[in-house]
């Protein structure tokens, strides 16, 4: 298992509904970054943090938006949820220390919207 | 741009028999290049990555990969596949320009029968 958690696990939400997922990074790790992974998908890039900014975005609508706080903990919160936001969100984190490092990912959060 | 392809949605193989999982990579600039494994309800696990170097890249529970650039290809293989490497399996390649963001396949779904 890696050091990164997600929480919660699992999340039923009603369309029109905000939700904000959270991640601990990985001790030492200042770089995060959210995937959503549609069933049968794999991971599509949402966008990364680095020293609390937002550095990195992939298509998705301003509706996505993250936070990275001083510890790198962060979160990601989705305003106006719609059926298609339904898919596992993960967390990963990578040590900047080289471009030859792997990212470590959390173990998910679901996500079920009604 | 950058992707990755899984050609095979699903690869079924024989306890004790070697297993492949193809992955071919398109990228602008040097290709880091990862495998990853999912378990049901579970986040990615890192498996191995090539960087530079030698073509055959070893890797964790006995997988290696071999990474071809003429055929720009980077394929999964094991000498002998168990029951328990049954899981689905993600190909992915960094970004050059934005380091915490990889671009995933679609995942190859390994079978191992006993």
């Known amino acids: 298992e890696t050091g990164v958690t997600q929480s919660p696990t699992h999340l039923i939400k009603t369309r029109g509904q905000q939700v904000t997922l959270r991640c601990s990074s990985q001790?030492?790790?200042?770089?995060v970054s959210w995937y959503q992974q549609a069933l049968g998908q794999g991971p599509q890039f949402i966008f990364q943090?680095?020293?609390?900014?937002?550095?990195g975005r992939g298509n998705f609508p301003p509706r996505f938006s993250g936070l990275q706080f001083p510890n790198y903990s962060s979160e990601l919160n989705v305003n106006a949820l719609e059926l298609d936001d339904s898919a596992l969100y993960l967390c990963?984190?990578?040590?900047?220390?080289?471009?030859?490092?792997?990212?470590?990912f959390g173990q998910g959060t679901r996500l079920t919207v009604v | 741009a950058q992707s990755v392809a899984q050609p095979e949605d699903q690869v079924n193989v024989a306890e004790g028999n070697p297993l492949t999982v193809k992955c071919t990579y398109s990228?602008?600039?040097?290709?880091?290049l990862f495998w990853y494994v999912q378990y049901p309800n579970r986040g990615l696990q890192f498996l191995l990555k090539?960087?530079?170097?030698?073509?055959l890249v070893k890797g964790s529970y006995g997988f290696e990969a071999e990474f071809n650039k003429s055929q720009t290809s980077f394929h999964l293989k094991k000498p002998s596949a168990l029951v328990s490497d049954s899981a689905l399996y993600f190909c992915?390649?960094?970004?050059?320009?934005?380091?915490?963001?990889?671009?995933f396949g679609s995942g190859t779904k390994l079978n191992v029968k006993p």
């Open positions: 990963a984190s990578s040590n900047p220390g080289g471009w030859s490092t792997e990212a470590f």
């Open positions: 001790s030492g790790h200042n770089t």
């Open positions: 943090y680095y020293r609390e900014e937002e550095n």
């Open positions: 990228v602008s600039g040097n290709p880091y």
């Open positions: 090539y960087i530079t170097g030698d073509n």
């Open positions: 992915a390649v960094r970004d050059n320009n934005n380091f915490n963001k990889f671009y």
